[in-house]
């Protein structure tokens, strides 16, 4: 891989480590503020709202400039955010805020990579762009968890920085500066020389323009599959994220510091299998990792019969693995078909738009079973079962569309 590709990797590290440290903190700061317990899934809901409300606008916005400068634009907003939460605004607003940085940031953190790297080299690609962004998820959530230990705070306090007066603040200071640490390496991001479309004024022809890239990517035969997939993906692990720290709590007795390192374990497991996913599939043989999904969705069913914090370790390990073995090629072959049929910014704003609908939807549905009382196992039963008939509906629909098209020649194809 060439220097760029790493430096990428560098930026979109320290931004996800931010991310998911915040996140952990700001669920910390609302049960400070003794705030009802269905507002800790609406702090995802809120900061996935941007994806969705400005998925038309965010894709043009992303290929009408060089990708570095949408994502040091971005990050600068991810600063104010965390700006806001610092200076005393409601955790749900400002984690809002910085998600809207966040839907700036995406399609060009992955669209850069259909335009510097050959779609050959995409699989293995994004096999470590998300095994880094799960690295971030697990060293966030693990960093998100000891700032708001009391000890850790409390030594943070001894460096008397002026202005800064609590623990808390102490934390959104350090998470602050991991937000300046990833925008410091987009400087750096190499202009990959691709001619970028001027952005249009009319936001009728942006919505219409999105609109029609939507069709098209739910239309096309591998292009409707993969998106399918990575949709129930990230709407799922949005939700397995609250779940895990929920049942972490209620089976093994573990408080918010250690079950957020739980949740990390999770993200290890990914990693593991986007690793396994970037050595062994390939673009062309990425289609046949679907029943994994369904293995997943099952194996989260055990989640109820375990009470052993080892146990507990090891099962979080393998779904994850199981969830990141199948996601990457599926994200790679999405990439690679939505370059060809539209364009690396609007085919990932479509992206974003489906997958952060997939959370809002999911993570709104288990705040409110949660306001409604089911209990967390309850909630693990229905949510594994979910996963697992909507990916066998997927495979079903995937072994229609191989009777009737060549996916081979689909794949080859870049006529459209």
Known sequence: MPLGFYIIMAAQFFSALADNALLIASIALLRDMQAPQEYEPLLKLFFTVSYVALAAFVGAYADSMPKWRVMLIANTIKIGGCAMMLLGAHPLFAYAVVGLGAAAYSPAKYGILTEYLPHRQLVVANGWIEGLTVGAIILGTVMGGALIRPDV???LMRLSLPGIDTTFAMSLLVIGLLYVLAAFFNFFIPDTGVDHKPLKNNPLYLLHDFNHCLK????????QISLAVTTLFWGAGATLQFIVIKW??????LELSQASMLQGVVAIGIALGAVLAARYVTLRKSLK???LGIAMGLTVLVMTLVHDKAIAMVLMVVIGALAGFFVVPMNALLQHRGHILMGAGHSIAVQNFNENLSILIMTGLYALLIMWGLSINTVIVLF????????LLVQKVHNLNQAQFDNVALLDDSRH
């Open 216 to 223: 098209l990517l739910w239309r096309d035969k591998l292009g």
């Open 289 to 291: 990792v679907i029943p």
């Open 153 to 155: 705070g409390e030594a």
């Open 248 to 253: 972490a709590e209620h089976a093994l007795g």
């Open 384 to 391: 594994g079962l979910f996963v697992a008939a909507t990916m």
